[in-house]
């Protein structure tokens, strides 16, 4: 993974948008992020971890990480970042999420997305999880890419178990783990091969004589169905016609009664039919009048009810507007003095001004002398800070004087590191030859163990097997004739005449086998046969044995060619390497002058920094000064504008005095006129509220008395109106009354009172009319469809009964016959099934033998775990370049039985011991040194131009020559494509950096980036 750019928001100290631009950082090769202790560089790592994969050291989902990441002091937080994968892909990740607008401590749920750039377009992706991206899950991901605080040392410690697995992960080494594929096919087969046996049980009564005799049974069964279905047909005609006679003399009884209920009925509804009548005349001739009347009587009683609040309202108006009036006169005196109060207001309010502006001046200027002998005291300290600037500009002249050309240094420190790495390398190859030459001796001595030929000896153990092969198989010939023989003497023992034979079927038994006991052979077999098995597996074993020692010779040859071929490329390195140095001031041979030099430099490098220092800190404090003394100067001009902006506001508040005079209120105090001025105030707001209040009342009350004038008139004129109505009303009822032979009203109301549904009942009238003459037809009709003919129910019950036995005769006689050709079916099926089962076998048998091989060869995780070591030898052997070298020849690391690293002590004549006892420094520099191994191998597998990695801490632990080193050699990945970032506080790391990035923390701001 190449990084590319990130940005930061709103995350832990990130309050403002902070960009990284890491493609100017990568390309110097080594880089740094520097800050002071929770300026926030670690949580640029963070970031980066857990917009790739939603997860981080610090925090996890149950901690409220959604709070508890986001700055209290934003509302929104956001990651963007951008790289290159190990396919040289460009992809962008997001993270986002907000605060809650109401609730402070509550966010929204953090959403991931994820886009690639293809054909100059970010297109989203469906899955937001960088794993298959990258490559590695996040564990990985931060043991070999990007190692947090705490974590660095974290692939040193790992168990062999856990190292074993994330090797498995780094370089796809599931790839020889076939135990569990074989385990699958194994139990597959197994299970294939029960299902069979199971299956194969069930075929022994299966014959060609059963079938024959069941085709027999199934023809007789059919005839005798036949016959019996023609006397149900017969039996079930006449059962039907007995049945349509019963049922029409049941219908014919339901009519009668029917009839009987409506002729019951038929006085009732020739009443009601009378009732509906007169309602309908009645509600026709008075209904709509009464309403009316009813509607007039109301009207008129509403109208008088109005009339009498109108005039009760009036009253009450005229009394309130005679009060009214009467405060007005009391108020007009009072009123017409009010202008000139107000203005005695007016003055007061100024008098006061003036009074506190006074006092204001007399502060000002006091304020203005301090601000002058403030300005004094700056521009003398000014005059100092640029004699002390001249002095050290000229001793910084003369230090840059004594320094040399540090390109020159670095390339020669570099050709002398690069001397020791490529000696270091010949040992290495050279004690490498040794042990590889070592291992095939001790590899042919096994062999030669076996007492097996070494050029032959797949023939000769191919040939033990097949010799065991035949014998075990004449053995199981001889045991199956036993156990048929066996089998056949126990059915002739079963057999009684009269009886089947289980066999043929067959109910004669004229020879009857007579059989000897074989039992005892059977087990003789059965001992001989387990001895031939035990002797193939001690085969099968010494052929496992055989093939891993001649698959480690084979291996151990071809490294063995490797490794003097790698010899050889390194003493060719040694010489050329020897022919490149250049430089007559030092010697190729002693390295002593250089050092010295060097040492040099590194002193006068300090004097320039530590000079450079002061003089920076010189010039900020003279920018201070200019910026106090810019300050002071605005301070004075500003108090001065002050002064003549107070004097000009005393001489304008005296100008406005209209009615008061100056000079009549000095000698009285600033309350008392304050106080005066109030109640001089209140008193004209009462007076001009009470006055307003009063007049704006008298107009309202005016307005509504000739409002309730105009309403009473309108009332009579409607009152007179509905009493006339009311009387034309009365006067037409009683016309009605008359005519239609009605004693009263309330006899009419009587009639109309009644709460029936007018239409609902003369339906129901109509109804009855017409059902009671479709009743009385039906029951002549049934009648006369019955006449002369009779039913006897005893006779149809006994007709039933025997119909319900034939069927039930010919049911069981239909489902015997639908078994016997089922079963027929079935046994024409089973026949060729078996056949097909024994076949299956067979195979089946045969594959349960060769997946048995194949399981000891995988069994459990032993050949990965395998592999897995030699990729950790190799991983340790890469990493030894360079720890050598940082241990000055000290130590080296190595891997033991348990895949766990120890550490060669060669101060101790080279014993191994726990990587635990390592000093943290020494720690330190052996997790580096693998870290490095494990990108470079990451780098070869994915076929990447570049490799990065990123470190979050260790440099507190290194001494100063310590430092130098680890910064040389991680200066030196810099030609072999290979990018470091680390995080750090040390500041001469910060010195030597190419490119940087530092993190300030702003009080106010939060954490600023700054690339240098």
Same mark, same amino acid.
């Given at each position: 993974?190449?990084?590319?750019?990130?940005?930061?928001?709103?995350?832990?100290?990130?309050?403002?948008?902070?960009?990284?631009?890491?493609?100017?950082?990568?390309?110097?090769?080594?880089?740094?992020?520097?800050?002071?202790?929770?300026?926030?560089?670690?949580?640029?790592?963070?970031?980066?971890?857990?917009?790739?994969?939603?997860?981080?050291?610090?925090?996890?989902?149950?901690?409220?990480?959604?709070?508890?990441?986001?700055?209290?002091?934003?509302?929104?937080?956001?990651?963007?970042?951008?790289?290159?994968?190990?396919?040289?892909?460009?992809?962008?990740?997001?993270?986002?999420?907000?605060?809650?607008?109401?609730?402070?401590?509550?966010?929204?749920?953090?959403?991931?997305?994820?886009?690639?750039?293809?054909?100059?377009?970010?297109?989203?992706?469906?899955?937001?999880?960088?794993?298959?991206?990258?490559?590695?899950?996040?564990?990985?991901?931060?043991?070999?890419?990007?190692?947090?605080?705490?974590?660095?040392?974290?692939?040193?410690?790992?168990?062999?178990?856990?190292?074993?697995?994330?090797?498995?992960?780094?370089?796809?080494?599931?790839?020889?783990?076939?135990?569990?594929?074989?385990?699958?096919?194994?139990?597959?087969?197994?299970?294939?091969?029960?299902?069979?046996?199971?299956?194969?049980?069930?075929?022994?009564?299966?014959?060609?004589?059963?079938?024959?005799?069941?085709?027999?049974?199934?023809?007789?069964?059919?005839?005798?169905?036949?016959?019996?279905?023609?006397?149900?047909?017969?039996?079930?005609?006449?059962? +039907?016609?007995? #049945?349509?006679?019963?049922?029409?003399? /049941?219908? !014919?009884?339901? &009519? =009668?009664?029917?009839? %009987? $209920?409506? @002729?019951?009925?038929?006085?009732?509804?020739?009443?009601?039919?009378?009732?509906?009548?007169?309602?309908?005349?009645?509600?026709?001739?008075?209904?709509?009048?009464?309403?009316?009347?009813?509607?007039?009587?109301?009207?008129?009683?509403?109208?008088?009810?109005?009339?009498?609040?109108?005039?009760?309202?009036?009253?009450?108006?005229?009394?309130?507007?005679?009060?009214?009036?009467?405060?007005?006169?009391?108020?007009?005196?009072?009123?017409?003095?009010?202008?000139?109060?107000?203005?005695?207001?007016?003055?007061?309010?100024?008098?006061?001004?003036?009074?506190?502006?006074?006092?204001?001046?007399?502060?000002?200027?006091?304020?203005?002398?301090?601000?002058?002998?403030?300005?004094?005291?700056?521009?003398?300290?000014?005059?100092?800070?640029? +004699?002390?600037? #001249?002095?050290?500009?000229?001793?910084? /002249?003369? !230090?840059?004087? &004594? =320094?040399?050309?540090? %390109? $020159?240094? @670095?390339?020669?420190?570099?050709?002398?590191?690069?001397?020791?790495?490529?000696?270091?390398?010949?040992?290495?190859?050279?004690?490498?030859?040794?042990?590889?030459?070592?291992?095939?001796?001790?590899?042919?001595?096994?062999?030669?163990?076996?007492?097996?030929?070494?050029?032959?000896?797949?023939?000769?153990?191919?040939?033990?097997?097949?010799?065991?092969?035949?014998?075990?198989?004449?053995?199981?010939?001889?045991?199956?004739?036993?156990?048929?023989?066996?089998?056949?003497?126990?059915?002739?023992?079963?057999?009684?005449?009269?009886?089947?034979?289980?066999?043929?079927?067959?109910?004669?038994?004229?020879?009857?086998?007579?059989?000897?006991?074989?039992?005892?052979?059977?087990?003789?077999?059965?001992?001989?046969?387990?001895?031939?098995?035990?002797?193939?597996?001690?085969?099968?074993?010494?052929?496992?044995?055989?093939?891993?020692?001649?698959?480690?010779?084979?291996?151990?040859?071809?490294?063995?060619?490797?490794?003097?071929?790698?010899?050889?490329?390194?003493?060719?390195?040694?010489?050329?390497?020897?022919?490149?140095?250049?430089?007559?001031?030092?010697?190729?041979?002693?390295?002593?002058?250089?050092?010295?030099?060097?040492?040099?430099?590194?002193?006068?490098?300090?004097?320039?920094?530590?000079?450079?220092?002061?003089?920076?800190?010189?010039?900020?404090?003279?920018?201070?000064?200019?910026?106090?003394?810019?300050?002071?100067?605005?301070?004075?001009?500003?108090?001065?504008?002050?002064?003549?902006?107070?004097?000009?506001?005393?001489?304008?508040?005296?100008?406005?005095?209209?009615?008061?005079?100056?000079?009549?209120?000095?000698?009285?105090?600033?309350?008392?006129?304050?106080?005066?001025?109030?109640?001089?105030?209140?008193?004209?707001?009462?007076?001009?509220?009470?006055?307003?209040?009063?007049?704006?009342?008298?107009?309202?009350?005016?307005?509504?008395?000739?409002?309730?004038?105009?309403?009473?008139?309108?009332?009579?004129?409607?009152?007179?109106?509905?009493?006339?109505?009311?009387?034309?009303?009365?006067?037409?009822?009683?016309?009605?009354?008359?005519?239609?032979?009605?004693?009263?009203?309330?006899?009419?109301?009587?009639?109309?009172?009644?709460?029936?549904?007018?239409?609902?009942?003369?339906?129901?009238?109509?109804?009855?009319?017409?059902?009671?003459?479709?009743?009385?037809?039906?029951?002549?009709?049934?009648?006369?469809?019955?006449?002369?003919?009779?039913?006897?129910?005893?006779?149809?019950?006994?007709?039933?009964?025997?119909?319900?036995?034939?069927?039930?005769?010919?049911?069981?006689?239909?489902?015997?016959?639908?078994?016997?050709?089922?079963?027929?079916?079935?046994?024409?099926?089973?026949?060729?099934?078996?056949?097909?089962?024994?076949?299956?076998?067979?195979?089946?048998?045969?594959?349960?033998?060769?997946?048995?091989?194949?399981?000891?060869?995988?069994?459990?995780?032993?050949?990965?775990?395998?592999?897995?070591?030699?990729?950790?030898?190799?991983?340790?052997?890469?990493?030894?370049?360079?720890?050598?070298?940082?241990?000055?020849?000290?130590?080296?690391?190595?891997?033991?039985?348990?895949?766990?690293?120890?550490?060669?002590?060669?101060?101790?004549?080279?014993?191994?011991?726990?990587?635990?006892?390592?000093?943290?420094?020494?720690?330190?520099?052996?997790?580096?040194?693998?870290?490095?191994?494990?990108?470079?191998?990451?780098?070869?597998?994915?076929?990447?131009?570049?490799?990065?990695?990123?470190?979050?801490?260790?440099?507190?632990?290194?001494?100063?020559?310590?430092?130098?080193?680890?910064?040389?050699?991680?200066?030196?990945?810099?030609?072999?494509?290979?990018?470091?970032?680390?995080?750090?506080?040390?500041?001469?790391?910060?010195?030597?950096?190419?490119?940087?990035?530092?993190?300030?923390?702003?009080?106010?701001?939060?954490?600023?980036?700054?690339?240098?």
């Amino acid at each position: 993974m190449l990084p590319l750019k990130l940005s930061i928001s709103g995350l832990y100290s990130y309050q403002k948008k902070q960009t990284i631009d890491f493609e100017e950082l990568t390309n110097a090769g080594l880089f740094g992020i520097f800050g002071a202790v929770g300026s926030g560089k670690s949580s640029i790592l963070e970031a980066i971890g857990f917009v790739l994969y939603g997860e981080t050291e610090r925090l996890n989902s149950r901690d409220k990480r959604s709070y508890n990441m986001l700055n209290l002091k934003s509302d929104r937080a956001t990651i963007e970042f951008e790289f290159l994968n190990f396919e040289d892909r460009k992809f962008k990740f997001v993270a986002d999420w907000k605060r809650n607008k109401k609730r402070f401590e509550e966010t929204t749920t953090i959403e991931r997305l994820a886009y690639e750039w293809k054909e100059n377009v970010w297109v989203p992706m469906t899955s937001a999880d960088a794993t298959p991206v990258i490559g590695l899950t996040y564990e990985n991901f931060r043991r070999t890419i990007i190692i947090p605080q705490g974590k660095f040392k974290e692939f040193l410690d790992l168990k062999g178990k856990e190292r074993s697995d994330m090797m498995k992960e780094i370089f796809h080494l599931q790839r020889f783990d076939l135990a569990s594929k074989v385990a699958v096919a194994q139990s597959a087969n197994k299970t294939q091969l029960d299902q069979l046996k199971g299956a194969l049980s069930g075929f022994e009564s299966i014959s060609k004589e059963a079938v024959s005799a069941l085709e027999l049974e199934v023809t007789g069964a059919a005839a005798e169905l036949m016959t019996n279905k023609t006397l149900l047909d017969q039996l079930e005609s006449e059962l +039907q016609k007995m #049945t349509v006679l019963k049922s029409n003399f /049941e219908d !014919l009884e339901k &009519k =009668k009664k029917a009839l %009987s $209920i409506f @002729i019951e009925q038929k006085p009732r509804m020739d009443a009601l039919q009378v009732e509906i009548d007169l309602f309908e005349a009645t509600e026709k001739a008075f209904k709509t009048v009464l309403n009316e009347l009813e509607v007039s009587i109301k009207n008129l009683d509403k109208t008088k009810q109005q009339f009498l609040l109108v005039e009760q309202n009036k009253k009450v108006i005229k009394q309130n507007l005679d009060g009214n009036q009467k405060i007005i006169n009391q108020l007009q005196p009072q009123f017409d003095q009010l202008e000139n109060s107000k203005n005695k207001v007016f003055d007061l309010e100024s008098i006061e001004k003036v009074i506190g502006l006074e006092s204001d001046v007399a502060s000002i200027d006091k304020k203005s002398k301090a601000a002058e002998l403030l300005f004094l005291d700056c521009e003398k300290k000014e005059v100092e800070l640029k +004699q002390e600037l #001249t002095t050290i500009n000229k001793e910084l /002249e003369l !230090l840059k004087s &004594k =320094k040399q050309d540090g %390109s $020159i240094l @670095i390339e020669v420190g570099n050709w002398y590191s690069r001397k020791e790495l490529l000696s270091d390398e010949l040992i290495k190859k050279t004690d490498k030859i040794k042990v590889i030459e070592q291992f095939l001796l001790d590899q042919k001595e096994l062999f030669v163990a076996l007492k097996l030929p070494i050029d032959s000896w797949r023939i000769n153990i191919e040939s033990k097997r097949e010799k065991l092969s035949k014998e075990k198989k004449k053995l199981f010939e001889s045991k199956t004739k036993l156990l048929v023989s066996k089998e056949l003497a126990q059915f002739a023992a079963e057999l009684h005449a009269g009886s089947n034979c289980p066999l043929c079927g067959s109910l004669e038994h004229p020879h009857v086998m007579q059989a000897d006991d074989v039992s005892e052979q059977l087990n003789l077999l059965t001992s001989e046969i387990l001895k031939i098995e035990e002797s193939e597996e001690a085969v099968v074993l010494i052929e496992k044995k055989a093939s891993k020692i001649e698959n480690h010779i084979e291996y151990g040859v071809e490294q063995l060619a490797v490794t003097i071929k790698e010899k050889e490329t390194v003493e060719a390195d040694v010489n050329k390497h020897l022919t490149n140095f250049v430089w007559t001031a030092f010697s190729a041979t002693d390295a002593t002058v250089f050092l010295a030099t060097k040492q040099e430099q590194q002193t006068v490098d300090k004097a320039i920094f530590e000079t450079e220092r002061r003089e920076k800190e010189i010039r900020l404090q003279q920018e201070s000064l200019s910026e106090q003394l810019k300050v002071q100067s605005a301070n004075k001009a500003s108090i001065a504008n002050e002064r003549s902006s107070i004097t000009g506001a005393i001489a304008n508040e005296l100008s406005q005095l209209k009615v008061l005079h100056f000079k009549d209120y000095l000698q009285l105090d600033l309350l008392v006129i304050r106080d005066q001025k109030n109640d001089l105030n209140q008193q004209n707001q009462k007076i001009a509220s009470e006055y307003k209040l009063r007049s704006d009342a008298i107009v309202l009350q005016n307005q509504e008395l000739a409002g309730l004038d105009a309403s009473s008139k309108l009332i009579n004129e409607q009152m007179l109106s509905y009493e006339e109505s009311v009387m034309n009303l009365q006067n037409k009822i009683a016309i009605l009354l008359q005519l239609h032979k009605f004693e009263s009203v309330e006899e009419v109301k009587i009639i109309l009172s009644n709460s029936w549904n007018i239409e609902v009942e003369k339906e129901r009238t109509k109804q009855f009319i017409l059902s009671f003459k479709v009743a009385e037809s039906a029951a002549a009709e049934s009648e006369k469809l019955l006449e002369n003919q009779k039913f006897d129910n005893t006779v149809f019950e006994g007709k039933k009964i025997v119909v319900l036995e034939q069927k039930t005769k010919v049911e069981m006689q239909l489902g015997k016959l639908s078994a016997l050709q089922d079963n027929l079916k079935r046994i024409n099926a089973s026949l060729l099934e078996k056949a097909t089962l024994l076949a299956q076998f067979e195979v089946l048998n045969a594959r349960a033998t060769n997946l048995g091989m194949l399981a000891n060869m995988f069994n459990a995780s032993g050949f990965v775990n395998y592999v897995s070591s030699i990729y950790l030898q190799n991983l340790a052997d890469v990493a030894n370049v360079r720890f050598h070298r940082m241990t000055k020849n000290q130590l080296s690391l190595t891997i033991n039985n348990s895949n766990e690293f120890e550490v060669i002590d060669y101060l101790n004549d080279g014993a191994s011991r726990s990587v635990k006892t390592l000093s943290g420094g020494q720690g330190f520099q052996a997790s580096l040194c693998l870290a490095l191994a494990l990108a470079e191998s990451v780098q070869s597998l994915n076929k990447n131009d570049k490799n990065f990695f990123f470190i979050d801490e260790g440099f507190g632990t290194q001494d100063p020559d310590s430092v130098a080193l680890v910064f040389e050699t991680l200066q030196s990945l810099y030609k072999e494509n290979r990018i470091v970032g680390i995080i750090s506080h040390v500041a001469e790391l910060q010195e030597r950096m190419p490119r940087s990035v530092n993190v300030v923390k702003d009080e106010e701001k939060g954490s600023i980036v700054s690339v240098f």
